[in-house]
């Protein structure tokens, strides 16, 4: 069964840091972008950060310089890593593995994140 496996998501003050990893279990795929989408209250989900099999990475405008995202092929494993956390930061976090093309692809289930003020 192929799936999506999320963790590390908490509370944390702001100006803190937090760590989220995934990791893509069941195959041996490697997907063409692996990343991160969150979803706050009332809120749509949006990107957060994406990563390509090579490495490329784009960000939100909102996260650039305070998160980071590492894609690990060989593992199928894609972690954010979240510095200066800020109450807008507050949202479930969802790991997305997209194939590229006509392909579906893969959620995890989501990991809430809390940044208290």
């Known amino acids: 069964q192929v799936q999506l496996v999320e963790s590390g998501g908490g509370l944390v003050q702001a100006g803190g840091s937090l760590r989220l990893s995934c990791a893509l279990i069941?195959?041996?795929?490697?997907?063409?972008?692996m990343g991160w989408y969150r979803q706050a209250p009332g809120k749509q989900r949006e990107l957060v950060a994406t990563?390509?099999?090579?490495?490329?990475?784009n960000y939100v405008n909102s996260v650039k310089g305070r998160f980071t995202i590492s894609r690990d092929n060989a593992k199928n494993t894609v972690d954010l890593q979240m510095n200066s956390l800020k109450p807008e930061d507050t949202a479930v976090y969802y790991c997305?593995?997209?194939?590229?093309?006509?392909?579906?692809?893969?959620w995890g289930k989501g990991t809430l994140v809390t940044v208290s003020s």
């Open positions: 997305n593995a997209d194939p590229g093309g006509y392909a579906k692809a893969y």
């Open positions: 069941g195959t041996t795929f490697r997907a063409n972008v």
């Open positions: 990563s390509t099999r090579v490495g490329i990475t």
